[in-house]
C-alpha cells in the first residue's frame, strides 16, 4: 500500500517537473540585462553599508535589500 502511494507520488512529482521544464522552455523567464543587476547590487550595497557606519551588516540586510530592488526595477523594466 505504502509503495503504491510513493510510486503515484512520484509519477505526479515527474509530470510536475516535467511541465515545469516545458514550460520554461517555451516560455522563459525575463531576466534584467547584466547591468542593471550590477547597479541593484551597487545601490544595495550603498544602502547597507549608509544604515550600518560602525557595525559590519548582516548578509541577511544586504539580501533583502537586493530582492526589494530587483523587484522594483523587474517592474519597472519589463512595464515599459
Known amino acids: 500500500m505504502t509503495s503504491g502511494i ?3 507520488e512520484f509519477f505526479f512529482w515527474s509530470i510536475e517537473k516535467s511541465f515545469n521544464y516545458l514550460k520554461e522552455y517555451f516560455f522563459p523567464t ?3 540585462p547584466e547591468a542593471i543587476l550590477d547597479v541593484i547590487e551597487q545601490e544595495a550595497h550603498d544602502f547597507i553599508w549608509s544604515m550600518h557606519r ?3 551588516p548582516d548578509m541577511v540586510d ?3 535589500a ?3 530592488l ?3 526595477k523587474y517592474a519597472e523594466y519589463f512595464s515599459q
Open 6 to 8: 510513493a510510486i503515484l
Open 30 to 32: 525575463l531576466e534584467l
Open 54 to 56: 560602525s557595525d559590519e
Open 62 to 64: 544586504y539580501q533583502e
Open 66 to 68: 537586493t530582492k526589494y
Open 70 to 72: 530587483y523587484k522594483q
